[in-house]
């Protein structure tokens, strides 16, 4: 019952901060918007090997990809905020109080998914007037995978926030994790085409799991394993990471 | 209400390639007592934040013990927490949020409800004369408005015990002396505080009793008053012109000299009564043909106590 209560306190303190600086939902929109009106015409051609033939089908493939990877990376950089609050002292005055240490991180990783989640709504509600179709129970789905993975990234980032302590060590370490999360996972373009080797590797990428996933919810195709797999994969990794992430914040303090 | 024993604390840092281990506070034991103003004074990097930070649960002591406000440090760090307020040296505010925010805040999760941390808060910005600011960023404020704020987050869920990380610092002295009537303030209103400062003239007038600390360790602890009134005597300050070696050899040799000092353009003489010894200290220089430049008797200050007790003064380092 305290870790509900602490955790929404910390939750509405950093939603009112977010939504004080709207800038982030403009700029959170206007790059995945460019990717659907300026990549995505390239992709109907290119996926032609996979038989698609319309806008509609390009889509179905692309924005589950695309979703996925602004949940990675919405994510991933979380971490720079929780360094600026390090530095201005606010962490270490939360933990002075009784406040729970799980809730200082879920507090602010539920802040990262819920706007994950209104970037992803808007990016939807667009692709649908370009001419996408889903069905909603599939696209909420998605969503739960979208949470999933935003709550994973974003624990994962505070908590490395927290053992490096520096911006100048968290932006490099950053984009080295989603480098190669990135290009294995075939977020952009599916690998059904890659050779053999590559398929093997990406294999190990949890994440392609998970891009796997979504991509069988937008074609309607619930009872697919992927689906299944790709949410419990992402389902294991996120406690995993949560869990980690909360001890780091509470280190050094019993 | 604060019981040390034999707390330690040691860093391992690193210089280039070289691990060096860095034992910044080495045992201290310490009493500070229900409702007083309790001064920690020492020079930059003596071991006060680390003390302070440790008896807030902060960091894990490596060795000793402590009850803080009847709880023990290491078994019950949840009940501490429960108990005291601590402000840190390098403030606490969010630039983003309102003064107001903050409190409510940090009311809230101290486990208050909202509408008690609303009128806590509100109390707590009149007393500290923040109203008129209440409702700007922190970003827009002045260091003494900031450091306000801090202390009435510090102390917003009424603890017993409130540590304070050097608040006056960076403050004028109008603020300065504005911070001290709060500080006494809190401390009618019953509350244990427990300060650090390096300014001798703070440590004087406000605190009730002082640990003085230097290299880890406390090499003095009373009242402002005892501790002076360990050094004996009064203080003579003689500067010359010329170096302050020549004067330096023939006063040592005198009879009533106690300790001396050798400072830059001078030296510094305890002596048992500076009033008959003067006309002494003039004579003696002048038969040995030093120009005198000044010549200054007072009662022994805190600096003093210092420099007694740790070889080099406060107000130099
Ligand atoms: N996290 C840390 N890692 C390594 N060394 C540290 C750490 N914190 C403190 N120290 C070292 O411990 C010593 C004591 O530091 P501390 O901050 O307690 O001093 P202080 O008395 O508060 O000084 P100041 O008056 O400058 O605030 C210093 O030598 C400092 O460099
Ligand atoms: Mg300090």
Not at chain 1, 33 to 61: C, D, H, Q
Not at chain 2, 36 to 65: C, S
Not at chain 2, 267 to 276: A, E, I, K
Request: proline share 4%.
């Amino acid at each position: 019952m305290k870790l509900v209560r602490d955790t929404w306190l910390i939750f509405q303190r950093q939603f009112l901060l977010l939504v004080r600086q709207p800038v982030w939902l403009f700029v959170g929109v206007f790059q995945p918007v460019m990717y659907l009106l300026l990549f995505a015409p390239l992709l109907k051609p290119a996926l032609s090997y996979l038989g698609v033939t319309t806008n509609a089908e390009a889509y179905r493939i692309f924005v589950p990809g695309l979703l996925v990877l602004l949940a990675i990376f919405g994510g991933l950089f979380q971490g720079f905020g929780l360094i600026a609050e390090l530095r201005a002292g606010v962490i270490e005055r939360s933990r002075v109080t009784p406040i729970s240490r799980l809730a200082l991180l879920l507090g602010r990783s539920l802040r990262d998914v819920v706007s994950l989640i209104a970037q992803a709504v808007i990016i939807t509600l667009l692709a649908l007037a370009f001419g996408l179709s889903v069905y909603i129970l599939d696209l909420l789905l998605t969503y739960l995978m979208l949470a999933l993975i935003a709550l994973m990234t974003s624990a994962l980032s505070y908590g490395i926030a927290l053992v490096v302590k520096s911006e100048d060590a968290l932006a490099p370490l950053m984009n080295t994790i989603a480098q190669p999360v990135l290009l294995l996972s075939g977020i952009l373009l599916p690998l059904a085409s890659a050779p053999g080797w590559l398929q093997a590797i990406a294999d190990w990428n949890p994440f392609s799991w998970a891009v796997d996933g979504a991509r069988a919810l937008f074609a309607g195709d619930l009872g697919n394993d992927a689906v299944w797999q790709g949410l419990g994969i992402m389902a294991v990794i996120t406690v995993l990471a949560v869990t980690w992430a909360a001890r780091e914040f509470a280190r050094s303090v019993r | 209400m604060i019981e040390t024993r034999g707390l330690r604390k040691s860093f391992r840092s690193r210089q280039g390639r070289e691990q060096r281990t860095v034992d910044a506070v080495r045992g201290v034991d310490l009493v500070v007592r229900e409702g007083e103003i309790f001064g920690f004074l020492g020079p930059n990097g003596a071991g006060k934040t680390t003390t302070l930070r440790m008896l807030a649960t902060l960091i894990e002591p490596d060795g000793g013990e402590a009850t803080v406000a009847g709880a023990n440090l290491r078994t019950e760090p949840g009940e501490v927490r429960r108990r005291i307020g601590y402000v840190a040296q390098g403030g606490s505010t969010w630039d983003e949020s309102t003064a107001r925010e903050e409190l409510v805040l940090q009311a809230r999760m101290y486990g208050i409800g909202k509408a008690e941390a609303q009128r806590r808060a509100t109390r707590a910005l009149a007393a500290f004369q923040l109203t008129e600011y209440a409702d700007r960023k922190c970003k827009t404020y002045s260091g003494g408005q900031r450091r306000r704020v801090d202390i009435a987050l510090g102390i917003i869920h009424e603890p017993k015990v409130v540590f304070l990380d050097e608040p006056t610092t960076g403050l004028d002295p109008q603020s300065r002396a504005h911070m001290w009537d709060e500080i006494r303030r809190l401390r009618a209103e019953g509350m244990t505080i427990f300060i650090t400062t390096h300014y001798l003239d703070e440590a004087d007038a406000l605190c009730d009793r002082i640990a003085i600390m230097d290299h880890g360790e406390i090499v003095a602890e009373g009242t402002p008053a005892e501790l002076k009134r360990e050094i004996s005597g009064d203080v003579v300050l003689v500067s010359v012109d010329g170096p302050a070696t020549a004067a330096a050899k023939v006063l040592e040799a005198e009879p009533y000299v106690n300790r001396m000092e050798t400072l830059d353009g001078g030296v510094r003489l305890y002596v048992n009564d500076g009033s008959r010894e003067m006309p002494q200290i003039l004579r003696t220089l002048d038969a040995a043909g030093i120009m005198l430049d000044s010549i200054e008797l007072h009662r022994p200050s805190l600096d003093d106590v210092f420099l007694t007790k740790t070889g080099r003064s406060l107000r130099e380092s």
